[in-house]
């Protein structure tokens, strides 16, 4: 079994930033992908960002340019760096371990972005 844990989540005003860690019990360069999601109220898990065992990302069309996903293997980390964070972007934000054919999943941490 995998466990994946995230923090950093909090509330932020709009246009800050945070940086939310995943950290994984075991290797995470065994994975297959690492993935961000979101749920916001009253919506559907959707994914964010995410980077495969080559190092290739990929983003939702909503985050480019603001949000940087990236890992540490050394620390069995990854990370999702958001920048110039939007009301729209508030949800709790989930990481997942994709390690064919088993997805994991952390616990969520809550986002919010207000005034």
């Known amino acids: 079994q995998v466990q994946l844990v995230e923090s950093g989540g909090g509330l932020v005003q709009p246009g800050g930033s945070l940086r939310l860690p995943c950290a994984a019990s075991?290797?995470?360069?065994?994975?297959?992908?690492m993935r961000w999601y979101r749920q916001a109220p009253g919506k559907e898990r959707a994914l964010v960002a995410g980077i495969i065992f080559s190092g290739v990302t990929n983003y939702a069309d909503s985050v480019k340019g603001r949000f940087t996903i990236s890992r540490d293997n050394a620390k069995n980390t990854v990370h999702l760096q958001m920048n110039s964070l939007k009301p729209e972007d508030t949800a709790v934000y989930y990481c997942?371990?994709?390690?064919?054919?088993?997805?994991?999943w952390g616990q969520g941490t809550q986002v919010t972005v207000s005034s």
């Open positions: 997942n371990a994709f390690d064919v054919p088993r997805n994991y």
């Open positions: 075991r290797s995470i360069s065994s994975f297959n992908a």
